[in-house]
């Protein structure tokens, strides 16, 4: 891609990691460390790389998207927000009674939203379902769901790697967020799924490993993807808070929201990273 598109998706990224924090901070709750290790990805996703319209949200032969670790629901809002689904105001009403935006994906109430999840591990089987169906009926819209590395320690989603792989469901990409980070601790700590490369490898997916927030390796990650008659996974490193210099390879961010304090400190540490782009 070119200088000035990197730039601009450099943008959308940093004022989507802002409505992260805007809408945890305002729901004084939330999971912002694993939704701004995503920002990058989900960015791309929505503004390069999916058959979307947020004027027709079902349109039939629309791109899915299915947030497998939906508790990272904050990146998904705020980038569908900055797409234009709803307005970005909408996330300082996050995870309060009677809201839209409830604190896991909601697809019967939120526009954008093509599959509720949040028990973990459940979302991948959703997205294979998806692509069998485009496969059985012959259409020909892609699958995109991304998983947690700690939420990869689930048994299901290994059984629904060896299902896409039986399939052939080369219409299926699975980003796997690789933040070495969970809930309790490092993913080696508490129970890791490592090496994720050979245990996708081993139930025939094509496997890509890049640098998360780097623009150009998700790109050329993607134009792999395009070439390859299987699923495909591609090993995202990230680091967990990514943007907002506290939360960044902090644990206890996975699952807490700023103060007053803290949260004026990340707004005016990523209205800096804006204006400096």
Not at 20 to 27: K, L
Not at 88 to 117: C, F, N, T, W, Y
Not at 190 to 201: I, L, T
Request: hydrophobic share 40%; with cysteine; aromatic share 8%.
């Amino acid at each position: 891609m070119d200088a000035q598109q990197k730039k601009e998706l450099e943008k959308i990224a940093c004022k989507v990691r802002i409505g992260i924090i805007d809408g945890v901070h305002a729901a004084k709750s939330g999971h912002p460390g694993g939704s701004l290790s995503i920002a990058e990805i989900l960015t791309y996703l929505y503004f390069v790389q999916m058959k979307v319209d947020p004027k027709n949200p079902k349109m039939a032969d629309r791109d899915r998207l299915v947030l497998s670790k939906g508790h990272a629901a904050p990146a998904l809002y705020s980038v569908l927000a900055q797409r234009g689904y709803f307005d970005p105001a909408e996330m300082l009403q996050l995870r309060h009674i009677g809201s839209m935006l409830q604190g896991h994906p909601d697809m019967k109430h939120i526009p954008g939203v093509d599959m509720s999840s949040g028990s973990l591990g459940q979302g991948i089987s959703a997205a294979c379902g998806m692509a069998l169906s485009a496969k059985h009926f012959g259409d020909d819209y892609k699958v995109y769901t991304i998983l947690g590395d700690g939420e990869s320690e689930e048994g299901q989603v290994w059984e629904a790697a060896m299902f896409a792989g039986n399939k052939g469901l080369s219409n299926l990409t699975a980003f796997v967020d690789f933040n070495n980070l969970q809930i309790d601790g490092t993913i080696g700590e508490v129970n890791s799924a490592e090496p994720f490369d050979k245990k996708f490898e081993a139930f025939g997916w094509h496997v890509i490993t890049i640098d998360g927030h780097d623009f150009d390796q998700i790109e050329a990650a993607l134009k792999e993807a395009a070439t390859v008659d299987k699923p495909v996974a591609i090993i995202a490193k990230t680091v967990k808070g990514k943007g907002v210099s506290y939360m960044e390879n902090a644990v206890n961010w996975h699952g807490a929201a700023p103060n007053d304090e803290l949260y004026a400190q990340a707004i005016e540490e990523l209205n800096a990273q804006l204006a400096a782009l």
